[in-house]
């Protein structure tokens, strides 16, 4: 099945930093979304980009829609402890079916 | 407060066993999903539903059958648990037609086979 490359593929840094990661596909998608997972919890919804070139932000997370609508990026902006977690990067191929990206595992050190 | 609700968060099993697991929603969703998660490989899909009494192979339906006679519930079964079977699954849902609001994941089980 499809699967989206999504890097990096794990980080560490320093509290207070800025993150971003990105996710590219080999087809063009309609909708992106990006989900955090906690540790030991499912993935839960972050952000959703519904046009090319669209830029969402929710807090201290940013997300954008590449205009080739075949790209998207997460940002995440002076970090904090519990941003700690597996951030996802999703998009729907075919009818409600999505496709998920491999995953940036996110160390922060305090 | 809308959720997937999954029975288990641990499970421990042995080889050959029959397992199940269980997954609710509260949402009326027609498409539900189980997904296994493996360190560095993502999720990858197992088995998806449409609507009750349908079922639907994924990626990696081998060694997995699924039940669905309820709107609300998705069971997958493991038919004879294997050690490579040793992962977190989880269960997804959406509504049917609207794509743009992404899945609901429950809480994951994380099943040990021994």
């Known amino acids: 099945g499809q699967q989206l490359n999504q890097s990096p593929q794990s980080m560490f840094i320093q509290e207070g930093e800025d993150v971003s990661m990105n996710c590219t596909s080999s087809?063009?998608?309609?909708?992106w979304l990006w989900y955090k997972q906690d540790p030991g919890e499912g993935p839960v919804l972050l952000i959703a980009?519904?046009?090319?070139?669209e830029l969402t932000s929710n807090g201290r997370l940013t997300a954008q829609f590449g205009i080739t609508r075949k790209d998207s990026f997460l940002n995440i902006s002076a970090s904090i402890p519990s941003d700690v977690g597996i951030y996802f990067c999703a998009g729907p191929l075919t009818g409600n079916q999505f496709y998920f990206g491999t995953g940036t595992s996110l160390t922060v050190i305090p | 407060d809308v959720k997937v609700t999954q029975s288990s968060r641990y499970l421990v099993k042995r080889t050959g066993e029959k397992v199940f697991l269980e997954c609710v929603q509260d949402?009326?969703?027609?498409?539900m999903f189980w997904y296994r998660q493996d360190p560095g490989l993502g999720l990858r899909l197992i088995y998806f539903s449409y609507d009750v009494k349908m079922k639907e192979k994924g990626d990696i339906p081998e060694g997995y059958s699924v039940s669905r006679e309820k709107k609300e519930r998705f069971s997958l079964i493991l038919e004879s648990a294997s050690t490579n079977q040793t992962s977190m699954y989880l269960c997804a849902s959406i509504r049917q037609g609207e794509p743009y609001y992404g899945y609901t994941f429950g809480s994951g089980t994380r099943l040990t086979v021994v």
């Open positions: 087809s063009i998608f309609n909708t």
């Open positions: 980009l519904y046009k090319a070139g």
């Open positions: 949402m009326d969703h027609e498409n």
